[in-house]
């Protein structure tokens, strides 16, 4: 297989000891210098183009993501509609001798915490309802920054960015408990566990914003207008060079 001649970009000189950028000062993104970097083996190339097939693997090479907003909206708004019945519809079903009982998530926590199990209490109600709730909100706010070009806070945007990538794999904590009971407790005649409806749209609620998080590419936050001077204004020179 050929391959498009690219050059690898050479590495910048470092900056002077002592040196901090001031605040306000515009970003230049590796973009706007004509470089686009490989997702596959992260390779940095100069002076390609979109499209363009890496020079080392073969993966086709691309500025950001293609329809990164789009797919990260989609995926957002499926994890807010789930979000609903995975607090209002049982995710554990435990029937005994004594008649059935439908446990939500806030049922559960709210049987914990009059049970004196307070720690307990406050791990479900964090990993179970605020961790999902703050993922939703931290990408919604990304998105519409990204999309609005703002240069609001923008090193602490992508911080957040990392924080709910981290987080993340603690949102199923719900769905391995309810897994765990259903599989110990099957007393037939005494005592039987079984998964709601409610920890399946609660699940799909975790996938989704899982996906969300990966569709949604973080060199968007960057991308501001005056970024995009920048862009416009190092492909001027370019053709001026040429």
């Known amino acids: 297989m050929k391959f498009p001649s690219l050059r ?5 000189e470092p900056e002077p000891a002592g ?3 001031h605040a306000d000062a515009p970003v230049v993104t590796a973009a706007s210098l004509g470089l686009l970097a490989c997702p596959h083996c992260a390779a940095v190339w100069q002076d390609a183009q979109e499209g363009d097939a890496c020079g080392r693997c073969g993966t086709h090479l691309h500025t950001r993501k293609p329809q990164s907003l789009t797919r990260t909206w989609a995926f957002l708004i499926a994890a807010c509609i789930m979000y609903i019945p995975a607090n209002l519809l049982p995710v554990m079903i435990t029937r005994t001798l004594f ?7 806030l049922s559960g926590v709210i049987y914990f915490w009059v049970s004196g199990a307070y720690g307990l209490a406050a791990i479900v109600f964090i990993a179970s309802f605020l961790v999902p709730l703050f993922k939703l909100a931290v990408l919604f706010l990304l998105v519409v920054m990204a999309q609005r070009g703002s240069t609001w806070r923008q090193h602490e945007r992508a911080k957040l960015y ?18 765990l009971l259903t599989g110990l407790v099957q007393i037939q005649g005494f005592a039987v566990i079984t998964a709601g409806v409610g920890i399946a749209a609660f699940g799909s609620v975790v996938v989704l914003t899982m996906l969300a998080s990966l569709s949604f590419d973080p060199k968007l ?12 204004n190092f492909e001027n020179r370019e053709e001026q060079a040429a």
């Not at 690898?8 to 910048?12: E, H, I, K, L």
């Not at 008649?99 to 998530?105: E, H, L, P, R, V």
């Not at 981290?166 to 904590?173: E, T, V």
């Open 162 to 179: 990392h924080i709910i990538e981290i987080i993340g794999r603690w949102s199923m904590l719900d769905v391995f408990v309810v897994s």
């Open 8 to 12: 690898r970009a050479r590495p910048s």
């Open 19 to 21: 040196h901090e950028p």
């Open 99 to 105: 008649g059935a009982q439908y446990d939500t998530i």
């Open 221 to 232: 936050t960057w991308d501001s207008k005056q970024a995009q001077a920048v862009q416009e």
